[in-house]
C-alpha cells in the first residue's frame, strides 16, 4: 500500500524558512518521479516543483530561486526547502508520486 506522509509544515514570518518533509513507502522511491503540489481555498492544486529519477528538477516561476526539492532515496523522502517565504506561499503542501498518489497535506501558513 502506497503511503506518503509530510510533514514540517507550520507557522512562519515573510523572510523566513521551512523544510517540507514526505517519507514514501509501498513502493519503489528510487524509480518514482516526485511533485510537491499546494492548494489555498478555493484554487485548484497547483505544482510547486518536481524532481525526476536522476534528480532533474523543475519549478513554477514564483518559487524559482527561493525553493529546492530534493530527494534521498536510502531515506525514501522527498524534501521542500522554502527559503525566503512570502504571504503568498500560504497554503496546505501536498507530496505526490507521479502519477496518482498523494499524501494528506501539510499546512504553511506565512505572515506576520
Known amino acids: 500500500q502506497v503511503q506518503l506522509v509530510e510533514s514540517g509544515g507550520g507557522w512562519v514570518q515573510p523572510g523566513g524558512s521551512l523544510t517540507l518533509s514526505c517519507a514514501a513507502s509501498g513502493f519503489l522511491f528510487k524509480n518514482s518521479v516526485m511533485r510537491w503540489y499546494r492548494q489555498v481555498p478555493g484554487k485548484e492544486r497547483s505544482l510547486v516543483a518536481s524532481?525526476?529519477?536522476?534528480?532533474?528538477?523543475t519549478y513554477v516561476d514564483s518559487v524559482k530561486g527561493r525553493f529546492t526539492i530534493s530527494r534521498d532515496n536510502a531515506k525514501n523522502t522527498v524534501y521542500l526547502h522554502m527559503n525566503d517565504l512570502k504571504p503568498e506561499d500560504t497554503a496546505v503542501y501536498y507530496c505526490h508520486r507521479v502519477p496518482n498518489d498523494w499524501g494528506r497535506g501539510t499546512q504553511v501558513t506565512v505572515s506576520s
Open positions: 524532481i525526476g529519477v536522476t534528480a532533474g528538477t
